[in-house]
């Protein structure tokens, strides 16, 4: 029990750093990664996708979605993802 409230704590933090710093990129990749290995990877999805609702054109993100949807075995999904890339570079 006491894991879970620590893991919630990091969690406040690090979301909390990401609104300080809008504009990184990695830190929201971080975020997700600490999501998906410490709560679900269901809720790092969404918030990949809360982000790229915001920031639709970052490469960074999708590259991240994809790397996402790979390791759940979403191969279909992360080959969107992927392919969202290849769409966004004219």
């Given at each position: 029990?006491?894991?879970?409230?620590?893991?919630?704590?990091?969690?406040?933090?690090?979301?909390?750093?990401?609104?300080?710093?809008?504009?990184?990129?990695?830190?929201?990749?971080?975020?997700?990664?600490?999501?998906a290995?410490?709560?679900?990877?269901?809720?790092?999805?969404a918030?990949l996708?809360?982000?790229?609702?915001k920031?639709?054109?970052?490469?960074e993100?999708?590259f991240?979605?994809?790397?996402?949807?790979?390791?759940?075995?979403?191969?279909?999904?992360?080959?969107?993802?992927?392919?969202k890339?290849i769409?966004?570079?004219?």
């Amino acid at each position: 029990m006491e894991k879970v409230g620590h893991v919630e704590e990091a969690e406040t933090v690090l979301r909390d750093i990401v609104k300080t710093v809008p504009d990184n990129v990695e830190l929201k990749l971080w975020l997700a990664q600490f999501l998906a290995n410490n709560r679900d990877p269901q809720v790092a999805e969404a918030t990949l996708k809360a982000f790229l609702a915001k920031q639709p054109k970052l490469y960074e993100l999708h590259f991240g979605l994809g790397k996402l949807y790979q390791a759940m075995k979403r191969n279909e999904e992360a080959q969107a993802a992927y392919q969202k890339i290849i769409d966004l570079d004219e």
